[in-house]
């Protein structure tokens, strides 16, 4: 019996002894793991972006050292993809600075070197970081093991717009009970790069049909082609909104519907 406890005590103290060798063993490996950060460009504006720069700092620790910091680029398009090109490896914190020729002739795509002209709304450049410890170890970013730089287009948008409106009045389960024909004032305020909020996107059939508030939502413009970003009115129902901008004189076209059964199309014009 006393052998019996005697056992069950050093079973107890090498169980215990294990779980803390694992624990310190663990803590080790975590503390010598070191990472990067990246800040910098994530929008290509065609006609106004000249280069690409990214600000890479290394974040380290006496005990875990980067020899050097590994990284390729490639161009994505809906042409096609480019070849994954390496990038000169990094031996301390840098700031990296993407030409032209760095993002289009390094980078051709089916053989062809493109330019902005070519490029179309979610095409981007793709970046990706390996860290390479002084230990040989390889380890991926926790924070910016890659970095993509989408193609877009600049947008000037806000402002005060003049509407025609004409649709369907709603039935409440998807359909059509009548038509309509407003005309009214609506102004765009830009929120981020590309973002606009309209304080009415019912264009006057809230407000004029319904004697009803009038429902504020947003858009997105990327490259003269307009997109809803799936804003809801006071009822919860959600908008449905697409349109195009003209590059003659800033005429915005759009075609808008909600679940509820309302639809319209519209004519903004800048006032002038």
Sequence with gaps: MKNIYKLSIVSIIFLFSSCFLEEEKLTDNVSEAADITIDGNTTYLRG??????????????????????????QLITSAGNSEVVEIDPLTSPTELVFDQNDLFNDLPVNGEVLSEEDLLPGDRWEFDF???M???????????????????????????????????FGDGSGGQTGSYSYTGEVTLTQTDEGIYEIDDMSFGLYPQGYSDTAPSGRIRDICNTISDLGDTDQYSDPFTINGTVSEVDGTISLTWSNTYGDTGEVILVPVQ
Excluded: H
Excluded at 53 to 69: C, G, H, T
Excluded at 135 to 157: H, Q
């Design 48 to 73: 106004e972006t000249e280069s690409i720069v990214l600000d890479m700092d290394f974040k380290e620790s006496p005990s875990a050292q980067i020899m050097e910091v590994r990284g390729t680029k």
């Design 130 to 132: 390996t860290i390479v």
């Design 134 to 168: 002084e230990d040989g170890r390889e380890l991926k970013s926790r924070n910016a093991s890659d970095w993509n730089v989408n193609f877009s287009c600049p947008s000037d948008l806000a402002g005060a717009y003049i509407f025609t409106s004409t649709g369907a």
